[in-house]
Every structure is written in C-alpha cells, then in structure tokens.
C-alpha cells in the first residue's frame, strides 16, 4: 500500500479531508511537545492527517529537533504525518533530506521544492510508502511574483508535442510535470495548491484531475473554504487535505473546533459532489465570467444604431473585476500564442483594459492608435514604441459585422506597420469573419455569442424564452 492509498483509507474511514497543523508558537521544546501532544490527543478522532512544521522545532535547537521525532510518534497509528519542511537539493544532499524525514524523524510524507527538477525529488518518491507533496501554487501573498510567470511557448509545445500550445503559468507547468513525474514513479506523489487562489486551483484540478492536494490558506490566511472545496475536489468527493492550524489550536476546545470543521467540509463537499453540474462546470468560464461581471445583461435595450435589443454586451465592466480580465487575458493569449506579431495594438476605448492584460500576461509590448491627435504635445496619432515594418496584432472587444476594425487597421498601416490577425473576444456573428477575409485578413474569436448562448441556457443563467429571443435576434442581423 503506498502512501495515498494510505491516506485514502484514512479519510474514508473517518470520512474525514481535514488536516491539523501543528505549529507550536512557543518557547522551549518541553511546551512544544506538551502542546503538540494535547492537540494531537484531541482532534485525532477527526483529523486525516498531521501536518507538523519542521520550522518551529527547529528554531527550538537540537531539543526541538527530538520534540519533532516524538511528536510525530505520538500520532496514532493509522493517521498519516506530513513533515513540512519544504526540502528540495540535489544528489545525496537530497537523498540526506529523505533519510532524515522518513528514517529518522518516522514521517510518512514531506512537502517538497520542484525548483531543481525532477531528481531533487527522486530520493522521496523512490519510496512507495511515502509521500511528496511538491509545491505548486502557494497561499501566500507573493506567490504570483514566480509562480505565475508566464513559461515560454517552446516548452510548453515540447511538453504537448504541438507546434502551437497554448500559454502556461509556471505553477500551471509544475502540475503538468507532476502528472508525468507521478505516473513514471510509485504513485506517490501529491501538490500543495492554496486555497487563497480558487481560480488557480481549479486550473491545477483540471490539469491534475487524479492527485491529491495539500491545501493550505483556510482560517488566518483569508481561504474561502467553500470556493477552495469548489474549485480542488476530484469527482469522487477527495482528494483534498484542508489544513487548518491557528483556528483549532487557538481554539478554546480544540477537539469541538476540528469536529465542527469536519464536519463543515463534510457538508459543503456532498453539496457540491451531489450537485448536478460536472464538477469540472464549476469552475470559472467565460460565459459565467461575463455573467458575474454583468458584461451580458438580457432585457430590453436600444443599441447606439437605433435598434432594439434582448442582450447587451459592455465588455468595459471587465476593469472592475480583475481576476476575471486576467482570465479574459489568458483566454486571448490561448490564440494569440499561434500567431507571429511584434506589438499588440488595442483598439480605443474598451479594448485598452484588455489589450493590457494581455501585455501584462504575455510579457508582449503593446501599442494604441488614438482617436483623437493631439494638437500639442508629441502629437502622436498612435501611443507607445514602434518601428516600422513591424507586425501587430489588433485587440478589440467584440465584433459584429467587422467594419469599424478598418479604421483602426488603415491607420496602423498608414504608421507603416503590418497587420494581419484581428482578434475579439466575443464573435456577434454577425458577418465579421467574412467581411475582414474579403479584405485580407486573418480573424479570431475566444468565443461566439451563439456558443455562449448555448452554455447560458445549459447552466440557468438564461431562460428558455430568454435564449429563444435573442437567437431570433441574431437571426435578424445575419
């Protein structure tokens, strides 16, 4: 039995995701081993597993160290011990680190570094009754200044062995990399995901729909356990371990705050795998991106032309709503991934926003025409670098019969640069496609409306006499 199978045993018998943390803020190792020891007597008939950090008995010197070894001794038979110390060398150096965390101090599983590749971590998943859990995407605040990196084009499409891959962050590269590094091995290998980033975390989920999570986040970090649970549960309702530490051991009764966590985790994990949805519909998507922002609104409305409407598109709602212009930026550079350009080139005004995150994403300069030149100043008619000669790509927000994108277009290539590709994100289809073919170029869309009508009335969000109305409407305009 290697140690996941070990842990699943655990949590099904005690029907139990929840993981304490043992984390002795204190002075001396003697209280250390006394607070550890009651926490442990307490919460074990409700824990899953222990999860002791090797931090603060270390700090306590060389008596700390033997604390460590005896708390982890002290966890009842049965009950998984996950040493976190997040290890990661090279060599015999991390051969060293495994001896010490599984010969010596008797841990079942360690929290590890990927940095150094995959042989950092051989030393610990050579062992099949033990675990590594490798860190993936992190709980805490600064996580995103590395770990969301964009990794280069090149090596995601050696990865996928595609010509064209789509863009991966690196902590999105790490779970792909677990996969393989856990299916050449014993099957013993797990990813720390925080629960301060549900988006991420369903992005980890989907990319490792099979490994088991070490979540941390939930309580003193600000974690929504809901949307973490949301978000990393596999389809058969596991797979997550919720580490909690400060709000049990904090807690006036530790034993009744570990219950009434198990049991919330309980509750809100049967609601969500009982629901009907797939869990993979749960996570966030364009068409319910654009709901939450109330970017598509549906009623009666009167377009800038004169003509009534039963939906209306305001894609500038995007910039009240980060996280979901980040993934609208993803969402472009999935295509924008395929094409050769030098600059990206947003269209004035509700493109901007987005044509931004997109550079910010991709790490790709960007540029703008104005629509008004200025008459002082540098009196530029297109802001930003540029050389001519170059290529660029045009952003805009939507697009419906394509016409307005040539005057963007002609005053680009009036500056002497090249433009090829026009890419929107939502396709009113409404004959923008063919319109900019006739005229020589290349156009792409994240997302059709009528696709997204489809989705809408799959999930609810619109009724069926809603979704009969405005398909009549795009009828019309076809």
Known sequence: MNFFESLTRRARQIDSLLCIGLDPRVDSASEARDVCFRLIDATAPYAAAFKPNAAFFERLGPDGWRTLKDVIAHAP?????????????????????????????????????PYL???????????????????CKTSNPGADEIQSLSV????????????????????????????????EGHGNLGLVVGATDPDALARVRALAPDLWFLVPGIGAQGGDLQAALQSGLRADG???????????????????????????INTLRRE????????????????????????IRFGAFTLKSGQPSP?????????????????????????????QFDRIAGIPYAALPIATAISLEMNRPMIYPRREVKDYGTKASIEGDFNAGET????????TTGETKIETIQRLEAAGL??????????????????????????????????????WKGSGAISEAQFGEVEGFLRQGS
């Open 77 to 113: 038979d049965g009950i998984p011990v996950i040493l976190d110390a997040k290890r990661g060398d090279i060599a015999d150096t991390a051969e060293a680190y495994a001896r010490s965390a599984f010969d010596e101090l008797g841990a079942h599983a360690i929290t590890a570094n």
């Open 117 to 135: 590749g995959r042989d950092s971590l051989a030393p610990f998943l050579n062992r099949p009754d033990r675990g590594v859990f490798v860190l």
């Open 152 to 183: 280069e084009t090149q090596h995601v499409a050696s990865l996928r062995k595609t010509q064209h891959a789509a863009s991966l962050r690196l902590f999105e590269y790490i779970a792909e990399r677990a996969q393989t590094w856990n299916a």
């Open 238 to 264: 596991l797979g997550m371990l919720i580490n909690v530490s400060r709000a049990v051991a904090g807690a006036d009764n530790p034993a009744t705050a570990a219950q009434q966590l198990r049991d919330q």
């Open 272 to 295: 969500i795998t009982l629901s009907p949805l797939p869990l993979v519909s749960r996570s966030p998507t364009l068409a319910s991106d654009l709901i939450t922002s109330q970017c």
């Open 311 to 339: 939906i209306y598109l305001d894609l500038r709602r995007l910039v009240t709503h980060p996280a979901i212009l980040r993934r609208v930026a993803q969402a472009y550079a999935r295509i924008l991934n395929g094409l």
């Open 392 to 399: 660029v790509v045009v952003i805009d927000d939507l697009a």
């Open 418 to 455: 090249k433009v090829r590709d026009v890419v929107v994100l939502i396709d009113r289809e409404q004959g923008a496609g063919a319109y900019l073919a006739g005229r020589g170029y290349n156009y792409h869309a994240v997302a059709g409306l009528r696709s997204l009508l489809d989705e």
